[in-house]
């Protein structure tokens, strides 16, 4: 196998999630050295630790707890190459129905905990980046940053305002950062892996399901490893070129008037 990832030390939330999992374990196929947050998949977590993963638990509702994770983590590494934000959490209801807790854990999680730790991580990111702008070698490794998305953040969803609410907030970071970064040579893009069965979707009725199957070009639901490798391929040196883009998996897009 290439080994497009070699040398690469990447970071991603919510490592043991479905789409988490399958990146993680194909990224160190192709030779990265990868870092995982979770919060309680234990045991998927010392799977992914057996095949040489590191876990690093983690709260990304609180940050107080993303601090004590950051203070271990960069008293151990010094740079970073790729930054994926994968975490997401979901308490779905109507908005008539939807506690304030709700709406702020959900945002806690899927949206100021990206802004977070990025901020936080950039420092690490911009070191290959200041070394690329002294040295202009077209060929050197850039750092990236991927926010992991959702047809809810372009769409809406009934029922979910707060998690569309932070889908669309990352998207509309993607955009923003894209534009802040690229100068630091940070390439900042956004993947929607389309909708699959995960822990986030266990709970959808079977009507739920065959509506988002609708809505697939293929009438089909997204292969995780599919998706994995998609990002597999973005995170590495083929893709130097490209920020600022939303990437849709697995997903028919908004029909345009005109």
């Known amino acids: 196998m290439n080994q497009y990832l070699s040398g690469k030390k990447i970071l991603i939330t919510g490592g043991t999630?479905?789409?988490?999992t399958a990146f993680v374990?194909?990224?160190i196929a192709h030779g990265a050295e990868i870092h995982f947050t979770f919060f309680s998949a234990a045991e998927r977590a010392k799977e992914l630790e057996t095949i040489g993963a590191k876990k690093h638990k983690a709260d990304l509702s609180s940050t107080e707890t993303i601090d004590s994770f950051l203070e271990a983590f960069c008293r151990e590494n010094k740079t970073l190459d790729i930054l994926i934000h994968n975490a997401a959490v979901a308490a779905d209801h109507l908005l008539e129905k939807m506690t304030e807790e709700e709406w702020d854990r959900v945002l806690a999680t899927n949206l100021k905990a990206p802004f977070y730790?990025?901020?936080?991580?950039?420092?690490?990111?911009?070191?290959?980046?200041?070394h690329f702008a002294r040295t202009k070698?077209?060929?050197f490794s850039l750092s990236k940053i991927f926010m992991i998305v959702s047809r809810a953040g372009t769409e809406g969803l009934a029922g979910a305002s707060n998690y569309a609410a932070a889908k669309g907030g990352l998207i509309a970071m993607t955009l923003a950062l894209a534009r802040e970064l690229g100068p630091k040579k940070i390439l900042v893009n956004a993947v929607n892996p389309g909708f699959m069965r995960s822990r986030l979707t266990a709970a959808l009725s079977e009507k739920v399901i065959q509506r988002a199957l609708g809505r697939s070009p293929l009438e089909t639901l997204a292969d995780p490893v599919e998706a994995a490798n998609f990002l597999i391929y973005l995170s590495s040196d083929l893709v130097s070129r490209v920020t600022g883009q939303v990437f849709h998996f697995e997903s028919?897009?908004?029909q345009q008037n005109g």
């Open 137 to 139: 070698k077209s060929h």
């Open 117 to 130: 730790l990025t901020q936080k991580l950039l420092p690490l990111l911009e070191k290959k980046g200041s």
């Open 17 to 20: 999630s479905e789409l988490g």
């Open 252 to 254: 028919r897009p908004l």
């Open 25 to 27: 374990k194909q990224a």
